[in-house]
């Protein structure tokens, strides 16, 4: 892929995105870690299906795709006007920003990308322009992510024992990974590490795709139930918790995956360093807390079924919020690429060159 280097754990020629000129390539994260099978989508609308199916996932991984599918949709689209161009590329941003409504990177990929459009003069320039953008956002998070992980590498000891919830590496990336791209960095600084890798209910991320990655980086793990976590606390067995992040709000309140909220209240309860990795681009200042972050509510069926088999009785009602939100106050410090915070959140999350 033109501008994108190698980010390690994955290969070169096994990205988990890639642009191929005419269409997208994509690991298909529902099938690991029993099949490693690669996706290539020609349309916006198969991608646009592929994020709501979490065969791509991942907040920076999700904006790195849609820029791919913004891309690709305005090589398809033959009118000869600038407008009549923008108008067919405004309602297909919009299908794209209907798949996953928690993630920023999804809405500020999307945001970049019409930016360049109607700055563009004629429509092929635009389109190749379109193109120029998408590969340079996929830079940007590769980039942002390796630095993140750096910087992040130096909170974490030798000898520590990290507790990780659902997967923030290469496949929710796009990039070097956030949490897991701290521990990886860590790793590779000579330092010996353990993890405890939580299954992540209902869907498993932690089970089938955290656990995948680490296995594949040589990082000694122990996967654990959501609700193991409090008691390798209690036993003294957890040095940090380190999670990705969704979104975060300008005053440090942060979305990410569901349980997360559990585990920050029971890492300050038992004095544990909570951390939250991600780069500026799942950073929100429009909004003031946590409470304005929109949560997406998921099928039913993906808690009362596994694999397709179902694990409650029939007519059995089930609730399905994807992510919740931690509140600043439970958070040790947020790793960014541009530097790592700590309280007080909101003046310092403003003074971060770039962040919207």
């Known amino acids: 892929m033109r501008g994108i280097k190698g980010i390690g754990l994955i290969k070169m020629n096994n990205l988990p995105i890639e642009w191929l ?47 791919y599918a913004v891309a690709l949709s305005a090589l398809e689209i033959e009118s000869k006007s600038k407008e009549g161009f923008l108008e067919r590329l405004r309602g297909i941003s919009q299908t794209l920003a209907a798949t996953r409504p928690t993630a920023k990177n999804l809405f500020l ?3 970049r990308m019409e930016q360049v459009a ?9 389109k190749k322009a379109l193109v120029d953008e998408a590969v340079k956002i ?30 923030t590496g290469a496949l929710a990336t796009a990039g070097y990974g956030t949490a897991l791209g701290v521990i990886r960095q860590a790793k590779a600084q000579g330092k010996k590490l353990k993890v405890l890798a939580t299954e992540t209910r209902p869907l498993l ?17 122990t996967l654990i139930t959501d609700s193991m976590a409090g008691y390798f606390m209690k036993r003294g067995e ?29 890492a300050m309860e038992h004095g544990i360093p909570f951390y939250v990795a991600a780069p500026t681009t799942t950073i929100d200042l429009s909004l003031t807390s946590g409470d304005e972050i929109p949560i997406e509510q998921r099928s039913p069926e993906e808690v009362t079924h596994i694999q397709g088999v179902s694990i409650a009785p029939d007519g059995t ?29 909101v003046e310092r999350l403003k003074g971060i060159q770039g962040v919207r």
Do not use: M
């Open 118 to 126: 109607n700055a563009g003069e004629g429509v092929e320039q635009i």
């Open 205 to 221: 991320q932690g089970a089938g795709l955290t656990t995948w990655e680490l296995k594949k980086a040589g990082i000694p793990f």
């Open 238 to 266: 957890v040095d940090c918790i380190l999670v990705g992040a969704d979104r975060i709000a300008a005053n440090g309140d942060t979305a990410n995956k569901i349980g997360t909220y559990t585990l920050a209240v029971l």
């Open 138 to 167: 996929h830079s940007e998070e590769v980039e942002a992510t390796r630095r993140l992980s750096q910087l992040g590498a130096e909170l974490i000891e030798n000898g520590f024992t990290i507790l990780t919830h659902c997967n």
């Open 109 to 111: 990929a999307i945001e």
């Open 317 to 345: 009602q089930a609730a399905n919020p994807a992510f919740d939100v931690t509140p600043h106050y439970y958070i040790t410090a947020i790793i960014t690429e541009k530097g790592i915070i700590t309280e007080p959140y």
């Open 21 to 67: 000129g005419d269409r997208v390539r994509i690991l298909d994260q529902t099938r690991l870690p029993q099949e490693e099978v690669y996706l290539e989508l020609g349309s916006y609308q198969d991608i646009a299906s592929a994020i709501a199916e979490l065969k791509i996932r991942g907040a920076p991984a999700i904006g790195v795709v849609s820029a």
